[in-house]
């Protein structure tokens, strides 16, 4: 039985967006990155929490989820913000470049439909800073055809928190526990 996926943001979610004033949260740190396609003279500047790398460590060595990133940075994800957390190599969904001028053309994530094509029936639970009400219907309607979905929306000017993963924990553990109920031969609960 595959854990569900832990569908991963990274702007908005590990890289605060900055307040008003334009400050980040005092537990981030300054990284100048050269994401793919980029001249190395122009890097891109990000704030990342080292807290947030353990934090997602104790999530996945539980081996409860199956961590992937779901984000525009796509392999960037792997090569560059990763390391800075000192995360593995986690696969990506491979997102297109869309040219739209809002994230919700449609009235939800744009990132949505390729992420529901390529989960297929698969339980996830998804953190993302930008959904919709819409994408909140979505993961009810799949929950609802059998492919429990979780979205956690943290505020994108604090990003994850660790109680954003504390819930995703405690969703993936319930899952594991009805689904192992769920395939249990008679016997096997007769004797429990």
Not at 169 to 188: D, I, K, S, V
């Amino acid at each position: 039985m595959r854990p569900p996926y832990l569908l991963l943001d990274i702007d908005g979610v590990l890289i605060p967006f900055p307040d008003a004033d334009g400050s980040t949260p005092a537990t981030h740190a300054r990284h100048d990155v050269v994401p793919t396609g980029r001249s190395a003279d122009k890097p891109v500047t990000v704030w990342l929490d080292p807290a947030h790398g353990p934090m997602l460590m104790d999530v996945i060595r539980t081996g409860l989820v199956t961590a992937v990133w779901c984000t525009s940075w796509r392999q960037d994800a792997t090569t560059l913000v990763g390391p800075l957390l000192g995360l593995p190599s986690l696969p990506h969904v491979d997102l297109p470049h869309p040219q739209i001028t809002t994230s919700h053309p449609n009235g939800y994530l744009w990132k949505r439909d390729h992420v529901d094509a390529w989960l297929g029936d698969a339980p996830a639970v998804w953190i993302d800073d930008d959904f919709t009400s819409l994408d909140h219907a979505w993961a009810a309607e799949r929950t609802a055809r059998g492919a429990a979905t979780l979205l956690i929306q943290p505020d994108p000017r604090t990003g994850l928190q660790a109680e954003h993963l504390a819930e995703a924990r405690t969703w993936a553990g319930r899952l594991l526990t009805a689904r192992t109920a769920a395939t249990a031969t008679p016997n096997e609960t007769e004797a429990a």
